[in-house]
């Protein structure tokens, strides 16, 4: 995108999150739902297709400019980039990475315009750290593919209007060489969504249970066609690293706000007749923060970039993923420790930003797991014993 136009989107984003979006935080919190005016309001700013190809109605940004918007959308509370992340990422991604151009052409414009709203069914009970274990099956019934399983955690799946759904296609195949990616529309017969999940934190954003029992689709549903039989794994984990370098953003734009909170916290609350910003524990506690926000932003604007030329696929997103998943998590603490006994208490920012910053460390893959896929990839062979 031209430097001028991306500016200007910079700034419609930012006026958008903290004039329209902030002000909402503690109703979207209270009532666990995005007012119905900023889901539209989003849709018109193009917020539903920012990462996908302009040539399918999407605004087409690189992973640099894409981690500059979500440092804007992450000064809020990430339920809203959650509205549309999937549409955009892992959802849209599987298309974008794996799709035929006829299945491009139907979903993708439809997708980045808002119509139609995408979740990611990878996850199972049994196979999260590592869904090369997925046990979700699809057969070949004549000319259709029947599929049988169950996913959890699924983010927006109560909303869904389309699951891109990660199934066995071949039982015999190593694990990572038998799975296939289907599109399944909802409202499909056999596909149920549970009730959805009461959380800890990040309340409107909603995640499901979804579960398949005999689900027909036809064979123009299985992502890349014949070609993208028993390639679903290798879809998943490009869309996945795209993820990673996309939710690392938004956590470095929640540890800004983090750390506004803290800096005007402690500018204007006192104790024994001092604004406790004058003590230097506080102070400590608050340059520990700018510290790690500012590491924090660096290591993602770094990721991106390699990411976009193409060098670092892999070492890259994981290492932006784990530090600021950590990163964002200390600045948390921080602040509900400088906010002492009022940042304990519901309806204080900093209260709700802790309980949305945990999920950081589980979800688009733990910490440890990013540990393990980083030391793997230095170590080589090594790394096996």
Same mark, same amino acid.
């Given at each position: 995108?031209?430097?001028?136009?991306?500016?200007?989107? /910079?700034?419609?984003?930012?006026?958008?999150?903290?004039?329209?979006?902030?002000?909402?935080?503690?109703?979207?919190?209270? @009532?666990?739902?995005?007012?119905?005016?900023? &889901?539209?309001? $989003?849709? @018109?700013?193009?917020?539903?297709?920012?990462? /996908?190809?302009?040539?399918?109605?999407?605004?087409?940004?690189?992973?640099?400019?894409?981690?500059? /918007?979500?440092?804007?959308?992450?000064?809020?509370?990430?339920?809203?980039?959650?509205?549309?992340?999937?549409?955009?990422?892992?959802?849209?991604?599987?298309?974008?990475?794996?799709?035929?151009?006829?299945?491009?052409?139907?979903? *993708?414009?439809?997708?980045?315009?808002?119509?139609? *709203?995408?979740?990611? $069914?990878?996850?199972? =009970?049994?196979?999260?750290?590592?869904?090369?274990? *997925?046990?979700? +099956?699809?057969?070949?019934?004549?000319?259709?593919?029947?599929?049988?399983?169950?996913?959890?955690?699924?983010?927006?799946?109560?909303?869904?209007? %389309?699951?891109? %759904?990660? $199934?066995?296609?071949?039982?015999?195949?190593?694990?990572?060489?038998?799975?296939?990616?289907?599109?399944?529309?909802?409202?499909?017969?056999?596909?149920? %969504? !549970? =009730?959805?999940?009461?959380?800890?934190?990040?309340?409107? !954003?909603?995640?499901?249970?979804?579960?398949?029992?005999?689900?027909?689709?036809?064979?123009?549903?299985?992502?890349?066609?014949?070609?993208?039989?028993?390639?679903?794994?290798?879809?998943?984990?490009?869309?996945? !690293?795209?993820? &990673?370098?996309?939710?690392?953003?938004?956590?470095?734009?929640?540890?800004?706000?983090?750390?506004?909170?803290?800096?005007?916290?402690?500018?204007?609350?006192?104790?024994?007749? +001092?604004?406790?910003?004058?003590?230097?524990?506080?102070?400590?506690?608050?340059?520990?923060? #700018?510290?790690?926000?500012?590491?924090?932003?660096?290591?993602?604007?770094?990721?991106?970039?390699?990411?976009?030329?193409?060098?670092?696929? +892999?070492?890259?997103?994981?290492?932006?993923?784990?530090?600021?998943?950590?990163?964002?998590?200390?600045?948390?603490?921080?602040?509900? #420790?400088?906010?002492?006994?009022?940042?304990?208490?519901?309806?204080?920012?900093?209260?709700?930003?802790?309980?949305?910053?945990?999920?950081?460390?589980?979800?688009?893959?733990?910490?440890?797991? #990013?540990? %393990?896929?980083?030391?793997?990839?230095?170590?080589?062979?090594?790394?096996?014993?």
């Amino acid at each position: 995108m031209d430097a001028a136009d991306f500016s200007a989107v /910079l700034s419609e984003v930012r006026r958008f999150v903290r004039d329209r979006v902030v002000p909402l935080e503690a109703e979207i919190d209270e @009532k666990d739902e995005m007012p119905a005016d900023i &889901r539209e309001t $989003a849709k @018109k700013m193009g917020l539903f297709g920012f990462a /996908l190809p302009e040539q399918y109605g999407g605004l087409g940004l690189s992973m640099l400019e894409e981690a500059q /918007l979500m440092f804007e959308l992450g000064y809020t509370t990430p339920s809203l980039r959650s509205m549309f992340g999937t549409n955009n990422g892992i959802a849209g991604h599987v298309l974008m990475v794996g799709g035929t151009e006829e299945q491009k052409a139907h979903w *993708l414009p439809r997708i980045a315009s808002g119509e139609v *709203l995408a979740s990611f $069914a990878l996850t199972e =009970p049994e196979a999260g750290s590592d869904p090369s274990t *997925l046990t979700t +099956k699809a057969h070949l019934d004549g000319d259709d593919w029947v599929i049988n399983g169950a996913k959890r955690y699924i983010t927006n799946a109560p909303l869904a209007d %389309v699951f891109m %759904v990660f $199934a066995r296609t071949d039982p015999d195949a190593p694990r990572t060489r038998g799975i296939s990616t289907f599109l399944v529309p909802a409202g499909t017969p056999g596909l149920t %969504v !549970a =009730p959805k999940d009461h959380k800890m934190g990040q309340f409107g !954003a909603w995640t499901a249970d979804v579960y398949f029992d005999d689900v027909r689709v036809p064979a123009s549903a299985l992502v890349g066609g014949e070609d993208g039989l028993n390639r679903g794994f290798g879809t998943a984990m490009g869309c996945i !690293a795209h993820g &990673r370098v996309h939710i690392s953003a938004l956590m470095v734009g929640m540890a800004e706000r983090l750390v506004d909170e803290s800096v005007a916290y402690a500018s204007t609350r006192k104790q024994s007749g +001092k604004t406790i910003g004058s003590f230097q524990l506080v102070q400590g506690l608050i340059a520990d923060s #700018q510290t790690d926000y500012y590491a924090g932003r660096a290591t993602v604007l770094e990721a991106a970039r390699a990411f976009d030329a193409g060098t670092d696929t +892999k070492i890259g997103p994981s290492c932006t993923k784990y530090f600021a998943s950590e990163m964002v998590w200390r600045v948390a603490d921080r602040a509900v #420790q400088i906010h002492g006994g009022a940042g304990y208490m519901r309806g204080v920012a900093v209260e709700r930003f802790y309980r949305d910053a945990r999920l950081f460390r589980i979800y688009e893959g733990t910490s440890q797991i #990013q540990q %393990v896929i980083i030391a793997k990839a230095l170590l080589g062979a090594a790394a096996r014993g």
